[in-house]
């Protein structure tokens, strides 16, 4: 509007211009008339002295009344130009005024002239965290997507249609901002404003209610659902609240009515100690009986205060305090049944302390009581007790302890016999606990001279059946003597019987051996043994091949007295009969490895000159030379098919000797399982139809893709499709699977043949094993040789199932990863 007041201003001025138009309109009569025909005379003659004085006065007053017209339009054009100063100068402290105006606050202002026009925009959106003012119509840069799309609908409806709006929203930054659009003088105006003050503060404070209350509410309906009473109270202790558990326990029809009567769950007492705890304001808890829906159980209560008053909680613990008291009860008749026992009971808990033990405990051992009574560990009772000399004698100690003490890691009871050195023997079983923890019972099962006659008995038969053995056994004690040996044991060492009866030292049986087994290794490691020089005593082996000629198997194990059986075996026979097998099977190994390489180089000496028919037979067969009659059509195609399968031969014995001289290289690729299985049955097409076959495909739908090498897995899957058909029946089916195990995929071919029989199964992957098990099947049996070769290849294995007249199954299984290519190239 004060454009527009300005331009109407201006239009007045320069109407005042205008009037030097009319200036130069008067000034065309004079002109006009100087130019006139009567004053032609005057230049040829002379001018009167009337005429002259005339002019002059004409020309003084037009002068004069140019010049007032002049000074008046000049006195008026600088009043004009005075007044339109000052009314640019209002105009500019205006403008100033109101961009200082929408500068006070954080705001934007965006305008448009018309639907296509571009956007003006007055003040700074950094409060929208968008820096730029031209960065407040992308909405979606500071605007939650919900309401960036709600800014884009209406700004589109008032550019549009001018239709007006206003929004409340919150930036991703954090403030409030408003945003209001209206028409204003034909133009679209958008003004976004920070909400700032009080109102910004009523707003977060709004937000901060509605999520207060959200998680108000939630709570309160996870307590209303709980199945134990819950409730809260007022700053006076009066009841406001309750879920349906309270309502339910005290009889209430709901927790509105309970709130209401003041209905109290707990009994006076301890709502008496309950309002003093709430008076001094401290945490109540309490384990009390209430009466709960007409039965008394027994509750563990707890009430806190809260910033508003007080909330509680009460728990049903009867069912868990009916079970303690009746655990016991049972704990109590088993204590005394126990003590009536005479067989030893002692409890330990998981971390091996003695926590109960019966009378027969202390009748068995005799231990102080007063050690008992405080609860000594497993370990401390068995120290106590070999300390006293009323344990076995043991040579190794420590392992024997730790053998007891396994049966705290057991899962089942663990049975031993100890028999103690005052003679007496201890049938001990250690059952583990489930809560942990082992429970002992020891009986004694001692019968003096029954044992002592089944000792002697034993100790005859153990020196008759010593004294028949052929093998040399020797039994030393503890401190290094010998104790016990059998005649073997001297002759096979020449040592003198009465020596042997000596109990010689061990070093002097080392003395009298070493001439036929000088080796001082050995006998080092024999002498350790012995005398228990190692931390853990195990059995030693050893073989020793004598001067004589004769060779001898040693064996060295500890005894649980701490005494060390050593046997001597000679076995001079055995390891002549190996060292013949050994010969004969590196001369078998040499005769296969030069059949191999003459398998090899014959192989690659036939493919040149067989390759050479097989082209020559196939150019005749096209008759490019010359026409065939029908048996030379005949013979031809004979040539080419005999060729064919000599070369499949070739190249298939070719294969085996790569892969034997490790030289096949895989190409691992990502095989598709199907499509391989499509290939290899193309190729056999023909004879599926000659032989009236049926192929079944029976692809699982998670088998996916297999690494392998393309190439070999169509080999694989050729040859045993093919031997499928060769023993199968006109007329069958040939079914061929595969599906995808665990990190596996597993290729099966099954057919409905004859089946092989038990005897020919091991043979039927050997090379150069061909049966034909009555079928018309014939072949050089190398077929399931290279399946198994290059299965094992990728790393697999192959598996073969079948039963005579029921069918074959042979199932190649590849690793689903494969093997990595520098295991292939390998």
Known sequence: MRRSRRQKRSGGGWRGHAVLPGLAVAQAPTATFAQADWLTPLRTETLSTGSLSLLLIGLTVFAATTSLVYVRERGRWQRRETEMASELEAARGHQDRLAALLAADPQVVV??????????????????????????????????????????????ALKERGEAFGFTLRAKTGPYIDVEGRPVAGRAVIRFREVTGERAQVMTLRGDLERLSSDHSALIALLAGLQQPAWTRAADGRLTWCNAAYARAVEATDGPEATKSGLELLDRGEREAAAKARREGRIFSMRAPAVVAGQRRTLDILELPTPVGFAGIATDMSELEAVRTDLQRQMDAHVRTLDRLKTAVAVFDATQHLVYRNSGFDTLWSLDAGFLDGQPSDSEILDRLRAERRLPELGDYRSWKASVQAAYTATRAIEDWWYLPDGRTIHVVASPNPQGGVTYLLDDVTERFTLESRFNALSRTQRETLDSLREGVAVFGSDGRLKLSNPAFAQAWRIQPD??????HIDEIVRLCRPLFPQDEVWSELHSVITGVRDAREDYGCRMERRDGSVLDCAAAPLPDGATLISFADVTASVNVERALTEKNEALEKVSRLREDFVHHVSYELRSPLTNIIGFAQLLGTEAIGALNEKQRDYTSHIVRSSGALLAIINDILDLATIDNGALTLELNEVDVAETIAEAAAGLHDRLTDSKMKLQVEIAPQTGPLRADGKRLRQVLFNLISNAIGFSSPGQTITVSAARSGGHVRITVSDQGRGIPAEVKEKVFDRFESHSLGSNHRGVGLGLSIVRSIVELHGGRVELDSTPGRGTQVTAVFPSEGLPLSDAAE
């Open 111 to 156: 305008s448009w002239s018309g639907r296509d026009a571009q956007p003006i925009f007055e003040g700074d959106s950094g409060f929208l965290g968008a820096p730029g003012a031209t960065l407040a119509l992308a909405y979606g840069a500071w605007a939650p997507p919900v309401e960036a799309k709600k800014l884009e609908l209406a700004t589109d």
């Open 499 to 504: 020596i042997a009866g000596a109990a010689p």
